[in-house]
């Protein structure tokens, strides 16, 4: 079992940055960032692959936004600068053991969410 803290959501005006953060309780093989609005699909936003420290970016947030790691490869960071309001979401933290990408069925562990609105 992995558990995953999730913080650092909130609200900023368009243009503005946020980091989000998630601490996982062990060691995984991926650890990965999705969001979800009323009535739209999960979405992936990053993935990052321990060790390799490979990363995934859906197109929309590339150049955007940015994965990152600890050095304890426990804490998967977001760093989202130039928002959008369609960034607007709830953010949700991943984990797996055995795969890493974008696909929100692939991933086994999820943090309970944090809340991120884009809006002037």
């Known amino acids: 079992q992995v558990q995953l803290v999730e913080s650092g959501g909130g609200s900023v005006q368009p243009g503005g940055s946020l980091r989000l953060s998630c601490t996982a309780s062990?060691?995984?093989?991926?650890l990965g960032w999705f969001r979800q609005s009323p009535g739209k699909e999960r979405e992936g936003v990053a993935s990052?692959?321990?060790?390799?420290?490979?990363?995934n970016y859906a197109d929309s947030v590339k150049g955007r936004f940015t994965i990152s790691l600890d050095n304890a490869d426990r804490t998967v960071y977001l760093q989202m600068n130039s928002l959008k309001p369609d960034d607007s979401a709830t953010y949700y933290c991943?984990?797996?053991?055995?795969?890493?990408?974008?696909?929100?069925?692939?991933?086994?562990?999820w943090g309970q969410g944090t809340q991120v609105t884009v809006s002037s």
């Open positions: 991943a984990a797996d053991l055995r795969s890493c990408g974008l696909v929100a069925r692939s991933f086994a562990y």
């Open positions: 062990r060691t995984t093989y991926c």
């Open positions: 990052i692959t321990i060790g390799s420290a490979y990363t």
